[in-house]
Nanobody, 125 residues
Framework: QVQLVESGGGLVQPGGSLRLSCAAS????????MGWFRQAPGKEREFVAA????????NYAQSVKGRFTISRDDAKNTLYLQMNSLKPEDTAIYYC??????????????????WGQGTQVTVSS
């Protein structure tokens, strides 16, 4: 099992940027896919981005493509989500997740078995 702890959320104005971090511990995750999901009030959890740890391939939801970048730091066992050009509709709780299934790169929440507690991102003027 992988333990995940997110950080970096906060309040930002439209057009601003934030970088979320997800520190992983408990087990080496070099063979995992990892991803970010988000859930806005009254809405279902949705896929944001994922990365395959072994080859580094990435996948993004259409709504964030070109604005968000998922990346990793192997030495720090940390996953990142750089969010630029933020919009009010990006407001949500953002969750980090880990999977032992490489098909998780395609963004199905059921493929992810470990989840962080979430970090709030609010985009508002």
């Amino acid at each position: 099992q992988v333990q995940l702890v997110e950080s970096g959320g906060g309040l930002v104005q439209p057009g601003g940027s934030l970088r979320l971090s997800c520190a992983a511990s408990g087990r080496t995750f070099s063979s995992y896919a990892m991803g970010w999901f988000r859930q806005a009030p009254g809405k279902e959890r949705e896929f944001v981005a994922a990365i395959r740890w072994d080859i580094g391939s990435r996948n993004y939801a259409q709504s964030v493509k070109g604005r968000f970048t998922i990346s990793r730091d192997d030495a720090k066992n940390t996953l990142y989500l750089q969010m630029n050009s933020l919009k009010p509709e990006d407001t949500a709780i953002y969750y980090c997740a880990a999977s032992g299934t490489i098909s998780a790169i395609w963004g199905s929440a059921t493929d992810f078995t470990s989840w962080g507690q979430g970090t709030q991102v609010t985009v508002s003027s």
